[in-house]
């Protein structure tokens, strides 16, 4: 009897060991990427499962606002307080259009989601606005805050990410996510497929949608996620989410075409679940070749200043 359970106790082990090796395996043949730079951690383990150009310094665009919220809740200020649409302190506002009216109000906490979850420019500059110190107090904190995470190859010049100013690396936002992790209203935000908000002075409500159409799909467990668009940043996106049964932290910046970034994410999602790989389009491999040969075109004249005796 006593054999046969000691039988049963190495049979199972050698079970659970084996399941935990092959959780734990990584595909042997990688998967090519159209984003320029893209990196994926395991966020248990700490492990980086894929990387392609980590440190490339790039502009960010929206993907700022991530830092915009976490200095909102790091200044400790009312969320439910109501606050004026304002955007005079930002030049590079001045001629953004917005559904959101200039002058009206909004409690502070749905200023945050519009910013995370519908990008909202109006909204994530208000909250500069409504900082102590102001819009320049409020820039300084997010660099302040960049500093602290260990952002070494950041900088940001405004809360949007309209700026092409506003810069960081893959390798940086995984810092800002991790720490992020300690947010979960961020993650809450960040992840609701629409909300709808009511201002006053005067009184309209307006619907609002995820710029993640990953939210909406049942296949995906998003925990957090954010996207950028400018013509200088490209596609972006930075989600904590789940790929089989590991919990990671993924950001993908500057692919091209307008759904590159969401692909670039299902791509490693199959790749680490069923060691599959995925065809990148030619165009958007050859967009990819042009801003990298654009990128050594720029550095060589410094190279060759730095060279001259």
Not at 103 to 115: N, P
């Amino acid at each position: 009897m006593l054999k046969r359970l000691l039988t049963a106790t190495v049979c199972c082990l050698i079970l659970v060991s084996t399941a935990i090796q092959a959780a734990s395996k990584l595909p042997t043949t990688e998967q090519a990427m159209a984003s320029q730079s893209a990196m994926l951690v395991d966020l248990d383990s700490g492990k980086t499962i894929y990387a392609e150009a980590p440190n490339l310094i790039t502009p960010i665009a929206s993907v700022s606002k991530l830092m915009t919220a976490l200095v909102v809740l790091d200044a400790g200020l009312p969320l439910n307080e109501s606050i004026t649409v304002d955007v005079s302190q930002s030049p590079i506002m001045q001629n953004v259009v917005s559904r959101i009216r200039l002058g009206s109000t909004l409690t502070r906490k749905e200023a945050l989601a519009l910013a995370l979850m519908a990008s909202e420019n109006r909204a994530a500059t208000t909250l500069a606005h409504h900082y102590p110190g102001g819009f320049k107090g409020f820039v300084a904190a997010m660099n302040a805050k960049a500093k602290a995470l260990g952002m070494h190859n950041s900088h940001f010049e405004e809360p949007t990410g309209l700026s092409s100013h506003n810069i960081s690396t893959a390798a940086d936002l995984i810092k800002l996510v991790k720490a992020i992790q300690h947010y979960p209203l961020i993650g809450e935000l960040s992840t609701a497929s629409s909300r709808s908000v009511t201002f006053q002075q005067p009184r309209y409500s307006l619907a609002f949608y995820n710029t993640n159409p990953l939210v909406n799909r049942k296949s995906w467990k998003i925990q957090l996620t954010k996207t950028g668009y400018t013509d200088d940043a490209g596609h972006c996106l930075v989600m904590i989410t789940k790929m089989g049964a590991r919990n990671v932290a993924f950001v993908a910046l500057d692919s091209f075409g307008k759904y590159t970034h969401i692909a670039d994410a299902t791509r490693l999602k199959r790749w680490l679940t069923s060691g599959k790989t995925t065809k990148v389009p030619d165009d958007a491999l050859t967009y990819k070749r042009q801003k990298r040969l654009q990128r050594e075109q720029l550095a060589a004249p410094q190279e060759n200043m730095l060279a001259v005796p």
